[in-house]
């Protein structure tokens, strides 16, 4: 499981609310991913890191920030939940020394979210 | 083939056939694509990736195929067994996105093995 522990792995918070999903890993990785996952849509990128204080956007990054303060902590965090944020979402590490892009991603359990 | 509704298309197969999953990737230029598997309740697994350099790839009872003039990515399971029900997800990195480049995802296949 390449040594990632998401948490929660199941939260239900209310609108409004900030929420804080954790992706920590045990190997010394350097590029981390958030995706959430819906269905009808996939996997869909949110952020990812390329290093300690290096992050990014993806493709649906609106209404979520990240942090990465330490190379084995990547955090989401959602400012104010709204139920369009109810969602699977998963943290992915990246193996193999190439671009952001390729290689093999080891996924995390998932956090699954319910906002009301 | 992928979906775009919220039903994903389902191969249903005997155990001990041979499975085909089909993927239709949008990107021309991409370079590299990877097959995922993903159970039930759990975070996606890498199965075999493949780069367009190559037609062809072989893994432990898989098999990818890649034909590039049609845009099109197929992942062979042979004999399948029980353990092989998932969804499956194909990838692909589009070779024009730069140096931080970000896999674009289809939306997924189900393999439901009868035993």
């Known amino acids: 499981d390449a040594g990632i522990t998401q948490s929660p792995r199941h939260k239900v918070t209310e609108t409004g609310t900030p929420v804080t999903l954790r992706c920590h890993q045990t190997?010394?990785?350097?590029?981390m991913y958030w995706y959430r996952q819906d269905p009808g849509h996939g996997l869909r990128l949110i952020h990812y890191?390329?290093?300690?204080?290096?992050?990014d956007k993806g493709e649906v990054s609106d209404g979520y920030s990240v942090s990465r303060s330490k190379t084995e902590d990547f955090l989401l965090t959602l400012e104010s939940a709204t139920s369009s944020q109810t969602s699977v979402y998963f943290c992915a590490i990246k193996a193999g020394l190439a671009g952001a892009g390729t290689g093999e991603l080891f996924f995390g359990e998932g956090s699954r979210l319910t906002v009301l | 083939g992928e979906s775009v509704g919220l039903h994903l298309p389902t191969l249903s197969v005997q155990e001990g056939d041979n499975s085909i999953i089909n993927c239709a990737y949008s990107?021309?230029?991409?370079?590299?694509f990877i097959w995922y598997k993903q159970e039930s309740g759990k975070g996606p697994q890498f199965i075999i990736d493949i780069r367009s350099n190559m037609d062809k790839r072989q893994g432990q009872r898989v098999t990818v195929l890649l034909n590039k003039t049609v845009k099109h990515l197929s992942l062979q399971i042979a004999a399948t067994q029980p353990g092989d029900s998932a969804v499956y997800f194909c990838?692909?990195?589009?070779?024009?996105?730069?140096?931080?480049?970000?896999?674009?995802w289809g939306l997924g296949t189900s393999l439901a093995v009868n035993p």
């Open positions: 990838a692909e990195n589009p070779a024009n996105a730069g140096n931080n480049r970000k896999l674009i």
């Open positions: 190997e010394n990785h350097r590029y």
């Open positions: 890191s390329y290093g300690v204080k290096d992050t």
């Open positions: 990107n021309s230029a991409s370079d590299y």
